[in-house]
């Protein structure tokens, strides 16, 4: 039996429940993938329906067919790039019904493109409850189009939805709007150039011809030649269009919508609203909120994350017990399993995060936050909708900087992304609980407050106003004539649908896994490979070194080995990189070993623990804390005579680690976001300079 | 002329015209047209940005894009 295939494209605006009947449609059945050219997260599920086999592309909400941010970029490529495996055969726009008159415009432009296309009304009971009346039938009439109703909370209507789309649905021919009337010329010239056969897909050619990504430079400077020869004004054109669709949807709406009440769901949102941005209970609210949202990521995640370090650590010793022993065995046992460690103990950690946001965001909460610190956060150079990525990269900067994408404003954009790694991730947590631990006393101010807790707090607070600081700088650096505004709607309060949050939940903790996964692996592979082979032969003969220098111990004793692999590490390439950078971070109070553990950091920050713990030779349980500790405590610095983990030290690696982008994954996915080099490479060498001076300064000054 | 900036809260007008194209642009989209009624909601604690209600939803704005939307 042969399965027939469509593909299906979601469109809507935000807010207007897109997500839900994506979900609705497609279950569990979806996967994060890229669009072609740009590195935008594309979201498709599938469904079968009768022999059939629907793929479904859920595309950015977006207000209209002329893209404004990144993500609204995508919308018009996807609609129109014909040659594209995944061409959808099927439109599906979704229009909140409480606000036809704003839904209807993008449905008309979505139309317009001639592709069979089918209206869902969602919100329906909303619509109802703020006294709106649709006749759906004249809604069908007036439109020309197919109309159904779905409920996002109960999923009636959705099967409707999928045999109705597995139907023949026809295009219309006819435009909703002429726009042949405001410039005839130009379209039949790109249709005849581009083989296309609708008008709106050849003017939209004209609008939009530098930010569609398929077309050839050739091609652009084809259209653009001949933009000037036919004086087509985009702006104007643009402006005309838009109120002449409006001025056609708001006339055939008095046919449609009769309104009876008052409006009931706006005077309850008025009420909430009136707390959530009250100017005392507004930012109180707000601050309970992070306060949670902090203890979640922070104590609730613990014992998950030790279940996984612990489960790893099982694996490793089980992997080196029952594997034949060789190379092939080391690698997987010491490269790969706590490579794979690294990344799956953070899975708790972001899977609460989303949670958090994915509520935030479904509830209508976030864009009051957004509301509430759009002030103070311009004043810094960023955005209000900055805040969601600066919140983030408390877990990991590596989601967080792909939530700074519906910043519209490119500036607004950039500096987000370039200060948001500044917030303290929480690889950098073990870093600092050590160090703490190590040189700030265990003492209690006013008997309540703990010292090592408040440095713990100093930390993430340095962190924040390194962020800060350095997007005002980069306000007064960046000379940019562009044009940043502030335009977004404020969505009415509902419930969470729980089933939208997990799945938000499942499916980004999947694509970090994946995505970050495979860089944070590699990496640990390498450095794997770095530690664990050497030059020459204080390498090779490391054992006869060691029984040579301690003649008394047995060569089976567990210090024997512990010292064995000190002295390899030490000699290894890792260990002569460590060396070679020493110099330079002397300055810092600094030795070789802690510049191997500033290399091997690279990979993950929290890898810094376990480096240290192979070069203090501290054995195989190097999970247990107090060991490292203990033996930390007990090195001495050969030059002072005294304790090397001096609070000068101490002080100078926090800050250190507090500000040095020590992380590849955060680079890679700058670099995927921003399609250039040069912020990644700028953001490392502003970063470890800010953290090379911050250390120098505190290690001069406290030692 | 009066602009949207400065409408008190509670206070309605109806849209003239914009003194920005760019911005208004979005602000078309947005289902702000000359001739529509905007009404000032509340105000963001820190005096900016500011709410309005237009065509039937809530839309939040700067209180400098607001003083681009001119009123009759």
Known sequence: ?703 | MRSVAQLNPGEKGIVNNFTNEYISLKLLEMGVLPGTEVQMRFVAPLGCPICIRVSGYDLSLRLEEAATITLS
């Open chain 1, 1 to 703: 039996m042969s399965n027939a295939s469509i593909n299906v494209a979601l469109v809507g605006n935000p807010n207007a429940g897109k997500t839900s009947i994506f979900n609705l449609l497609t279950g569990m059945n979806q996967k994060v993938g890229n669009f072609p050219g740009v590195t935008m997260d594309k979201v498709s599920g599938t469904f079968r329906a009768k022999d059939t086999i629907a793929n479904v592309i859920d595309l950015p909400g977006t207000y209209s067919i002329y893209p404004r941010s990144m993500d609204e970029r995508v919308v018009f490529d996807v609609l129109s790039d014909q040659q594209a495996h995944d061409f959808p055969d099927k439109i599906v726009v979704i229009a909140d019904a409480s606000n036809l008159e704003r839904n209807l415009l993008l449905f008309s432009e979505i139309q317009d493109l001639g592709l069979p296309t089918v209206l869902v009304l969602s919100m329906l009971d909303v619509a109802n409850r703020s006294g709106l009346n649709i006749d759906l039938r004249a809604l069908e009439e007036e439109f020309n189009t197919t109309v159904l109703t779905i409920n996002g909370r109960t999923g009636e209507g959705i099967s409707e939805l999928k045999s109705t789309l597995l139907e023949d649905i026809s295009g219309t021919s006819e435009l909703f709007y002429n726009i042949n009337e405001l410039s005839p010329e130009i379209i039949p010239v790109i249709k005849e150039k581009f083989g296309l056969d609708n008008d709106y897909v050849a003017y939209q050619y004209a609008q939009q011809t530098y930010s569609k990504t398929f077309l050839t430079n050739d091609e652009k400077h084809f259209i653009a030649d001949k933009k000037v020869e036919y004086n087509f004004c985009d702006r104007q054109f643009q402006t005309t269009e838009t109120v002449e669709r409006y001025k056609i949807i708001r006339e055939k709406l008095t046919r449609i919508v009769t309104k009876t009440d008052i409006e009931t769901t706006a005077t309850r949102n008025h009420k909430i609203d009136k707390i959530l941005t009250h100017k005392i209970y507004g930012y109180l609210i707000f601050f309970v909120v992070l306060f949670a949202l902090f203890q979640s990521i922070f104590a609730w995640a613990e014992p998950f994350m030790d279940y996984i370090d612990f489960g790893f650590a099982k694996l490793s010793s089980w992997a080196k017990t029952y594997l034949p022993s060789g190379v092939f065995t080391d690698l997987i046992a010491e490269g790969i399993i706590p490579g794979l460690g690294g990344v799956v103990i953070f899975i708790p950690q972001i899977a609460l995060l989303f949670c958090f946001i994915a509520i935030l965001e479904e509830s209508g909460y976030m864009a009051r936050v957004v509301f509430l610190m759009d002030k103070i956060m311009r004043k810094f150079g960023l955005n209000g909708k900055s805040v969601v990525p600066l919140i983030s990269g408390v877990a990991c900067a590596i989601p967080a900087i792909m939530a700074a994408r519906n910043i519209e404003s490119w500036k607004d954009r950039i500096i987000t992304i370039f200060v948001t790694p500044f917030m303290s991730c929480s690889a950098r947590l073990p870093v600092y609980a050590i160090l703490i631990a190590l040189v700030i006393p265990n003492d209690y101010l006013f008997g309540i407050l703990s010292v090592q807790g408040l440095a713990l707090m100093s930390l993430y607070l340095i962190g924040f106003l390194g962020a800060i600081f350095s997007a005002l700088l980069m306000k007064k650096i960046l000379k940019v004539k562009e044009q940043s505004y502030f335009i977004m709607e404020l969505p009415i309060y509902r419930w969470p649908k729980w089933k939208n949050v997990w799945i938000t939940i499942f499916s980004k903790s999947k694509t970090f896994v994946f995505e970050a996964g495979k860089i944070i692996l590699a990496i640990s592979i390498i450095l794997w490979v770095l530690a664990s082979y050497g030059p020459g032969e204080n390498f090779d003969k490391a054992e006869q070194f060691i029984s040579n220098e301690y003649p008394q111990l047995s060569q089976a004793s567990p210090e024997f080995d512990d010292l064995v692999s000190a002295h390899k590490l030490e000699h290894s390439y890792a260990g002569i990189l460590g060396k070679s950078i020493e110099p330079a971070i002397k300055p810092l109070g600094y030795d070789w070993k802690i510049g191997i553990a500033l290399i091997t950091s690279f990979a993950a920050r929290e890898v810094f623990v376990g480096t240290i713990a192979t070069i203090y030779s501290v054995g195989s349980d190097a999970e247990d804390e107090s060991t490292i500790k203990d033996k930390l405590r007990a090195e001495i610095n050969p030059y002072t005579g005294q304790p090397m983990y001096s609070i000068a030290l101490g002080v100078s690696l926090m800050l250190f680690y507090a500000f040095a982008m020590q992380c590849m994954s955060t680079l890679a996915v700058v670099y995927r976001e921003t399609k250039s080099w040069k912020w990644p490479i700028l953001q490392l060498v502003y970063m470890s300079a800010v953290a090379y001076i911050f250390a120098l300064i505190a290690y001069q000054l406290l030692k």
